[in-house]
């Protein structure tokens, strides 16, 4: 089955969640508590996930990519604004920038798969706006060094947490180092409400207009119709009931399947030490999620000798996650300064996007392999591995199976 943590861990208390709502067939996220047969779903889902993560706010959206939108939106980024976003990520981060007429600009990872600190400061123009780093397969970039040259640079971070739902990072959860952070919910990640996502923030003028982004401008959790009092355009990305109920549901599993995780993942990588040839990606922090475990030979050789037996394929080749196979953005001019409203002296030239710009990514993930943990999602190079019910007996196995391909390949 594919799909991530939470789809593994379905059951009753979700289908308590959704029969509830069954009951009177109101499913629109607004109304007052017990009243027309309203739940509230969608409200407390936001209450209990605000204080879950430690966000003074959280707004329930229709997906992660809408909830970046939202994130860019409260911030006011847009035409000729330029972020900092890395080359390994979900397109989303990337097309989210683009749909809000601001201008991606890709930055290299490093060993930890997620964007290279010492990368950044290079790619720092005027028009840089905000630096989007992406929790990347549930391990937190590195925050201190990303936050410490937003401060000295004046930038906003927008935290991309879609596959690092939960994770912290010293001691924090991820999404409350930068002004807002991005979730989502959808089959593949941490938890799900089949789709759907959330932004969260302390900040309670950028809650405002992530919550006006996502209805129509209005002020958080109106009550009808509100005339008068909306102070921008927004897209209606709110969430429904239905999902509410099961995100709801989801959320309070959270912690549980966390913990699963990162014991199963444990038991996985410890089988798998002092193997010639074979190391881990870097983990910035062992508050990660533990949904996936990323091998990383020493060669591209042994890397593709490996893939061939085990059926699978390198990070690089697996798809969708990585820069070079975005055929959407790739040699295509998809932001030009044209837009820029004032004078851009360094790029004269549209920004232009083409394979192999960033070789250090490259070199990584024709390195790197994925081995499903909770995640199993082929689009991620993750098809094969353990989930997140299988025995200790399973994982075993596939460890040992590991060792044994990788023997055979020498
Ligand atoms: C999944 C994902 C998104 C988008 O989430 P959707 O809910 O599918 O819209 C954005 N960024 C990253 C890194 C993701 O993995």
């Excluded at 739940?39 to 990519?65: D, I, P, W, Y």
Aim: charged share 25%; with cysteine; glycine share 10%.
């Amino acid at each position: 089955m594919a799909g991530g943590p939470g789809r593994y861990a379905w059951g009753e208390e979700e289908k308590a969640e959704l029969l509830d709502l069954m009951e009177t067939g109101n499913l629109f996220r607004y109304g007052e508590i017990g009243k027309d047969g309203f739940k509230g779903k969608v409200v407390t889902f936001e209450n209990e996930m605000a204080e879950r993560l430690g966000h003074k706010h959280v707004v329930a959206t229709s997906s992660g990519t809408s909830s970046l939108l939202c994130c860019l939106a409260a911030l006011g980024i847009g035409a000729g604004d330029e972020v900092i976003v890395p080359g390994y990520t979900f397109i989303a981060s990337i097309s989210s920038i683009v749909l809000s007429n601001a201008i991606p600009v890709l930055a290299e990872i490093d060993e930890s798969l997620t964007m290279d600190p010492t990368k950044i400061e290079a790619l720092i123009t005027p028009r840089t706006k905000a630096i989007m780093p992406v929790h990347m397969l549930g391990n937190p970039a590195n925050m201190d060094a990303i936050m410490e040259i937003a401060n000295k640079h004046n930038l906003f971070v927008i935290e991309d947490c879609c596959q690092a739902v939960g994770a912290s990072y010293k001691g924090k959860r991820v999404g409350t180092y930068g002004s807002l952070g991005a979730y989502s919910l959808n089959t593949f990640k941490t938890i799900t409400s089949g789709d759907g996502g959330f932004v969260g923030t302390s900040d309670d003028d950028l809650y405002e207009r992530a919550f006006g982004f996502h209805d129509q401008g209005h002020k958080p959790c109106r009550q009808g119709v509100e005339v008068g009092n909306r102070s921008m355009v927004g897209m209606n990305f709110r969430m429904n009931e239905l999902s509410g109920a099961v995100a709801l549901a989801q959320g309070r599993k959270l912690d549980t399947i966390l913990g699963m995780l990162r014991e199963k993942k444990a038991r996985l990588k410890s089988q798998l030490q002092g193997i010639e040839g074979l190391g881990f990606r870097k983990i910035n922090d062992e508050g990660e999620c533990g949904t996936l475990l990323t091998l990383l030979f020493d060669t591209k050789e042994l890397a593709d000798k490996f893939c061939e037996k085990a059926g699978t394929a390198p990070i690089a080749k697996s798809g969708w996650h990585v820069y070079n196979n975005m055929e959407q953005i790739l040699n295509r001019v998809t932001a030009s300064p044209a837009n820029c409203p004032y004078s851009c002296p360094k790029y004269e030239e549209p920004r232009k996007y083409y394979a192999h710009m960033l070789p250090q990514t490259d070199d990584i993930l024709d390195r790197a392999v994925n081995i499903s943990v909770g995640v199993v999602d082929k689009g991620l190079g993750a098809g094969t591995g353990i989930n997140l019910n299988s025995t200790n007996e399973e994982i075993d196995q596939v460890a040992a199976n590991i060792k044994a391909i990788i023997e055979s390949c020498r």
